[in-house]
């Protein structure tokens, strides 16, 4: 099958050869504004530069919907893809000298960086380094290239590495990635054998107390053993045996109210210990 390829605005096709006249097309979004470009750069600010500046934003436009179809396939609506790669044309028309050439060559590129930074910053639900986004596309384009062809299995590691020139280590993260473009409610119910369901959030752990108990037992048990004897078996059997400070008045033969004093004075002693050795950390006691 022949095809024709799209000609520039000099008649010249792609491939640098002159197009003739049964295979020429028009190049709908590709005007040939230079007149109007050449006109803008001698106007000052004012409404009259402003609307030539709309004027080649609206002859324009078809091209950057048409770089925008370019990446419909990706999570995002064509309208929003559409939004973002008109900003980018206004920027393009915006910084563009008519000295550099022709204006495509210039809109093309920046309206196309503008799309990918959107994706790259805005599409994102949590943020991550740039680094492994880039992993991540280049993962994307790799795994499409090696199964573009039908019946071509599904790439391992060692196949993407080899694709791409990447580490393994580097292709896992871009796979991981390529999983986490978007987060996950945590009252998503997930599917499951029962008739009932759970949600996501059912499937995770919650904060143990005891951990930081045995933190605050580990941080106290040098201050304890510091102790006078009498004071620690007194806490001993306050916070152990669960007695009351009358019971334990009775078996030591003291006051309740000494037993209360040298509680407090013991329990004050081990915390003043426990901070200064560690700073941040208390006593269970």
């Known amino acids: 099958m022949l095809m024709t390829m799209p000609t520039s605005r000099s008649g010249a096709s792609e491939t640098g050869s002159a197009a003739t006249p049964s295979t020429r097309r028009s190049h709908d979004d590709a005007p040939d504004t230079m007149e109007l470009f050449a006109r803008l750069a001698e106007l ?17 436009l078809p091209m950057a919907h048409r770089i925008a179809s370019r990446f419909r396939d990706r999570g995002e609506s064509i309208e929003d893809l559409r939004q973002v790669a008109a900003l980018g044309l206004v920027k393009a028309v915006d910084r563009f000298e008519p000295s550099r050439g022709a204006f ?14 959107h994706f790259r910053d805005r599409l994102w639900a949590l943020r991550v380094p740039r680094r492994v986004q880039e992993l991540r596309n280049r ?24 694709h791409t020139g990447l ?15 978007s987060t996950l409610s945590l009252d998503a119910e997930l599917s499951s054998g029962d008739d009932g369901g759970h949600s996501l959030a059912d ?12 933190v605050d037992r ?12 009498r004071e620690r078996a007194i806490l001993y059997m306050r916070f152990f045996e669960d007695m009351t400070q009358s019971r334990i008045a009775d078996r030591l033969g003291i006051s309740q109210m000494h037993v209360s004093r040298l ?3 013991s329990c004050a002693r081990v915390r003043d210990e426990a901070l200064a050795e560690r700073p941040g950390g208390g006593c269970a006691v």
Do not use: C
């Open 44 to 60: 000052e600010d004012g409404p009259e530069r402003d609307a030539v500046r709309d004027e080649l934003v609206t002859a324009w």
């Open 104 to 117: 495509e060559s210039y809109a093309v590129p920046t309206i196309t960086g503008e799309v990918k930074r």
């Open 263 to 265: 509680i407090s004075r």
């Open 218 to 229: 580990e941080a106290a048990k040098n201050g304890l053993r510091r102790l006078p004897e």
């Open 139 to 162: 993962v994307r384009v790799a795994r499409r290239e090696l199964t573009q062809h039908p019946g071509s299995p599904e790439p391992t590691l060692a196949d993407i590495a080899a």
């Open 167 to 181: 580490s393994e280590e580097d292709v896992v993260a871009g796979m991981e990635a390529l999983e986490s473009f």
């Open 203 to 214: 499937t995770m752990g919650a904060a143990e107390a005891a951990y930081d108990v045995v």
